[in-house]
């Protein structure tokens, strides 16, 4: 009986591993085939990205969004350093994009909390807004 | 275990896709600081390749990064144009000159110059130089003052004299718009470079007349187009060391 929970495991496992080596596969023949179609520009270096959580913590985004927003701002522009990485190691694209990846799926996430605090940030000016988006 | 390991990163991969994608940016978007000076993004065009009458390229650009149209050449917004020859090259030879070149259409965008005037001349350094060759704008920084249009010689820059928004046919998602008292310009699609993709315009040109790449690489098609045609840069004796470069 064990013997066969062990096999059926064996060939679970092996399924997972040819699904991942097929995915693995596609993704570096992505890769590739766009650095063809570009030949004479570099392709910045490449690394896994995870959004499963947001970079910091809620309570520390809350007050220090903004300043987060503008040393981004800074290093992206001025020093094309894009890279954040977090305390435990993960690492995102220095883009407001990066917020909005996650964030625009609730259209008025950004609006409530303004609203509310009654301050008028000016990003949406020039940036397209999750609102304009979705209209 | 290793199966399960697996298992694990495909719920990662899955959970990183971004639900609603705006501007979009991808992994290739990462970078490290870079080596300052090491790479000279430039263009050469092939005037003798740009189709007369054809404006895919300018079409293509306003379009992706949102410029305004206002209906009026005095508060004209451009990124990239077509010039007669003769305001392309105004100090060039201009006597007997072939009717056909004469009256050629020639390409004119910001030259991304080595030696750029307008960055000397912005206040609040909103126009800079980049680690790239790219004259950059920081348009955040931007006090409009219009001290960089004054600086420069080939008119690339556009102020905003009316709020753009309304005035931009088609809202592109991928790149955000200007405001009212800004000036603008070409960015060499420093947007798309980051993304490994070539700049909109010279992936737009149906003739293959630009050439974009790496001016410092002694190895790179422009450099080789460049050492085996005669070429042409604007205004040359300013001492700008535009890295647009022109075949006639």
């Given at each position: 009986?064990?013997?066969?929970?062990?096999?059926?495991?064996?060939?679970?496992?092996?399924?997972?591993?040819?699904?991942?080596?097929?995915?693995?596969?596609?993704?570096?023949?992505?890769?590739?085939?766009?650095?063809?179609?570009?030949?004479?520009?570099?392709?910045?270096?490449?690394?896994?990205?995870?959004?499963?959580?947001?970079?910091?913590?809620?309570?520390?985004?809350?007050?220090?969004?903004?300043?987060?927003?503008?040393?981004?701002?800074?290093?992206?522009?001025?020093?094309?350093?894009?890279?954040?990485?977090?305390?435990?190691?993960?690492?995102?694209?220095?883009?407001?994009?990066?917020?909005?990846?996650?964030?625009?799926?609730?259209?008025?996430?950004?609006?409530?909390?303004?609203?509310?605090?009654?301050?008028?940030?000016?990003?949406?000016?020039?940036?397209?807004?999750?609102?304009?988006?979705?209209? | 275990?290793?199966?399960?390991?697996?298992?694990?990163?495909?719920?990662?991969?899955?959970?990183?896709?971004?639900?609603?994608?705006?501007?979009?940016?991808?992994?290739?978007?990462?970078?490290?600081?870079?080596?300052?000076?090491?790479?000279?993004?430039?263009?050469?065009?092939?005037?003798?390749?740009?189709?007369?009458?054809?404006?895919?390229?300018?079409?293509?650009?306003?379009?992706?990064?949102?410029?305004?149209?206002?209906?009026?050449?005095?508060?004209?917004?451009?990124?990239?144009?077509?010039?007669?020859?003769?305001?392309?090259?105004?100090?060039?030879?201009?006597?007997?000159?072939?009717?056909?070149?004469?009256?050629?259409?020639?390409?004119?965008?910001?030259?991304?110059?080595?030696?750029?005037?307008?960055?000397?001349?912005?206040?609040?350094?909103?126009?800079?130089?980049?680690?790239?060759?790219?004259?950059?704008?920081?348009?955040?920084?931007?006090?409009?003052?219009?001290?960089?249009?004054?600086?420069?010689?080939?008119?690339?820059?556009?102020?905003?004299?009316?709020?753009?928004?309304?005035?931009?046919?088609?809202?592109?998602?991928?790149?955000?718009?200007?405001?009212?008292?800004?000036?603008?310009?070409c960015n060499f699609c420093s947007e798309r470079l980051v993304k490994g993709l070539l700049p909109a315009c010279v992936d737009s040109c149906t003739e293959k007349a630009m050439t974009f790449g790496d001016l410092n690489d002694p190895v790179s098609e422009i450099r080789a187009l460049l050492a085996s045609n005669e070429t042409m840069q604007r205004k040359p004796?300013?001492?700008?060391?535009?890295?647009?470069?022109?075949?006639?």
């Open positions: 009986m064990s013997n066969r929970i062990s096999a059926i495991l064996a060939l679970l496992i092996a399924g997972a591993m040819f699904v991942a080596a097929l995915l693995f596969m596609q993704s570096v023949h992505g890769a590739s085939s766009a650095l063809r179609a570009a030949a004479p520009v570099a392709v910045a270096r490449q690394v896994p990205i995870d959004s499963t959580r947001c970079i910091a913590s809620t309570v520390y985004m809350k007050s220090h969004h903004m300043q987060l927003l503008n040393q981004w701002r800074h290093d992206s522009v001025r020093k094309g350093n894009r890279a954040h990485v977090t305390s435990d190691g993960r690492r995102f694209d220095k883009s407001l994009n990066t917020c909005l990846g996650c964030h625009a799926s609730n259209p008025m996430f950004c609006f409530m909390c303004h609203e509310y605090a009654n301050v008028k940030p000016t990003c949406w000016n020039c940036h397209i807004s999750p609102m304009e988006a979705t209209r | 275990m290793a199966g399960l390991g697996a298992l694990a990163g495909i719920g990662a991969a899955a959970g990183m896709l971004p639900l609603f994608a705006l501007e979009q940016t991808d992994m290739s978007a990462f970078s490290e600081s870079p080596v300052p000076g090491k790479v000279r993004w430039g263009m050469l065009i092939d005037t003798r390749k740009c189709r007369d009458g054809c404006s895919g390229c300018v079409v293509r650009c306003h379009h992706d990064h949102n410029v305004p149209d206002f209906g009026k050449s005095k508060n004209e917004v451009k990124w990239i144009w077509k010039s007669r020859y003769e305001e392309a090259f105004p100090t060039a030879s201009q006597q007997f000159q072939s009717p056909e070149v004469e009256n050629r259409k020639v390409l004119t965008l910001c030259n991304h110059c080595a030696e750029p005037p307008c960055t000397r001349a912005c206040p609040t350094e909103a126009t800079f130089r980049r680690w790239d060759g790219i004259v950059s704008m920081d348009y955040h920084r931007c006090i409009g003052c219009r001290f960089c249009m004054a600086a420069c010689p080939y008119g690339s820059r556009s102020f905003n004299w009316q709020d753009p928004r309304p005035a931009v046919r088609e809202l592109s998602a991928t790149y955000p718009t200007r405001e009212r008292g800004v000036v603008e310009k004796e300013l001492g700008t060391l535009p890295s647009v470069f022109y075949i006639i």
